[in-house]
């Protein structure tokens, strides 16, 4: 449990330094911050909201969540709601933008991939995929592409924020998460 609640709340604080950097957020950052300028919620009620929303897509799909599902839409919300106030938002310094896009792709990754490992239930987006993917047969790859570009497109038309950042996240995020589940491979063997 400590490892799961860990693991997510990292990832929202790597979520909230794409947001703070103000050079583009994460796909789902995006659909976050549009939502949030056209109602009173903030960035990350809307990122619990649009998790529920998603969760409420399996039902017809035949999907159970787990532990780890719900955890992961109340902690992530959280999580990037509490990055929002810690870290400084950034509108000038482009090279402190960038430490800001790629510490917080990392932290994305590492929390990513701890848990993955963890096995207590596929967060919100993930079981919607593995769910489309098993009912239709379209690649998983495929899948994910379409959920992750529709959150992304009606983000955009909400207003909320793209650029270099949301690029860089979306070239480099599968190769931090591979990169992480590498590096908590090698310390499980160590322990073993």
Same mark, same amino acid.
């Not at 790597?14 to 103000?22: A, K, P, R, V, Y």
């Not at 017809?60 to 990037?80: D, M, Y």
């Given at each position: ?99 800001? !896009?790629? *510490? /917080? =792709?990392?932290?994305?990754? &590492? ?8 096995? $207590? #239930?596929? +967060? ?18 495929? !899948?994910? *592409? /379409? =959920?992750?570009?529709?959150? &992304? ?8 924020? $793209? #650029?270099? +950042? ?27």
């Amino acid at each position: 449990m400590t490892i799961l609640f860990t693991a997510l709340f990292v990832f929202g604080l790597g979520d909230s330094l794409l947001i703070q950097s103000h050079i583009g957020n994460a796909p789902w950052s995006v659909l976050a911050q549009g939502l949030s300028r056209h109602t009173p919620l903030s960035i990350g009620e809307s990122t619990f909201l649009i998790s529920g929303f998603v969760l409420l897509l399996w039902f017809p799909l035949r999907e159970k969540p787990g532990f780890g599902t719900v955890s992961n839409l109340v902690i992530i919300a959280a999580a990037i709601q509490l990055g929002l106030f810690i870290f400084p938002a950034l509108n000038q310094n482009l090279l402190l933008q960038l430490v800001y !896009v790629f *510490l /917080g =792709i990392a932290l994305v990754g &590492l929390g990513s991939a701890f848990y993955i490992t963890c096995g $207590l #239930g596929p +967060g919100p987006r993930d079981g919607l995929m593995t769910a489309i993917h098993k009912r239709s047969g379209v690649r998983i790859g495929r !899948v994910r *592409l /379409g =959920i992750e570009v529709t959150a &992304l497109i009606i983000g955009a038309l909400l207003g909320g924020r $793209l #650029g270099v +950042g949301t690029a860089l996240f979306a070239l480099l995020i599968g190769n931090s998460i591979a990169f992480s589940l590498g590096f908590v491979h090698k310390i499980t063997s160590a322990q073993n």
